[in-house]
């Protein structure tokens, strides 16, 4: 198969054999709907492929409507959300996932992740396993999910994650669980690479 190339930045091959950009734009913060718009254009304005947001981050429709009046073919993004916690079970994950299309606009999403491992998260993998071999989404995976958590996940899947998407930074490197994740054929991604998103992450002391 030939891989996939996302304006010319390197990919990542996932264990299905989907190809990701190395690098992605989040927008977790990013409340004001036209802000977040804009930003999310010139992210890709910028060569920014991948764009990563969630259904409790509520904006959306926002990054729905910069995917439109961006210019780029849906084809050449990739557009990852999250199903959020008070929707993770098998009766509600499926209707979640609509929502979040419907707001983004598009007719399937690139990647889709249970955001936290908590309520009935296998269930919602059982309804994630069906989208995914309906072909709505293109590949799903997990955030946050300790050593733990993703044996149990495991025990229940048929379809394994593709990723999980983990806190990561210089001075919190969590490299068991990066190790087992490689272990398993499991993509490490990290959010907040250059250390957690509070207003005074980069204050220097007095």
């Keep these: 198969m030939q891989k996939k190339t996302y304006a010319g ?3 990542i091959t996932l264990n299905n054999g989907v190809d990701i950009p190395a690098l992605g734009f989040g927008v977790w913060q990013m ?59 098998y009766e509600k994950a499926k209707g979640a996932f609509q929502r979040t299309v419907d707001r983004l606009q598009l007719d399937y999403l690139d990647m889709y992740l249970i955001h936290w491992p908590y309520a009935d998260f296998t269930g919602a993998w059982r309804a994630m396993e069906e989208l995914y071999q309906e072909g709505k989404i293109k590949a799903i995976g997990v955030c946050n999910f300790p050593e733990d958590k993703m044996e149990e996940l495991k025990a229940a899947a048929t379809i394994l994650p593709v990723i ?30 250059l250390e957690t998103a509070t207003p005074d992450c980069w204050r220097m002391p007095n």
């Design 164 to 193: 999980n998407q983990i806190e990561l930074h210089p001075i919190f490197q969590q490299k068991e669980l990066q190790r087992y994740n490689r272990e398993n054929n499991i993509i490490t991604q990290p959010w907040s690479p």
């Design 9 to 11: 930045q390197p990919v």
């Design 31 to 89: 409340e004001d709907q036209q802000e977040c718009e804009n930003a999310v254009i010139k992210a890709i304005e910028t060569g920014y492929r991948m764009i990563d947001t969630a259904s409790i981050y509520q904006n959306e429709t926002a990054v729905g409507n910069a995917v439109k009046n961006s210019g780029i073919n849906r084809e050449e993004l990739f557009i990852t959300s999250k199903l959020w916690v008070q929707d993770t079970s």
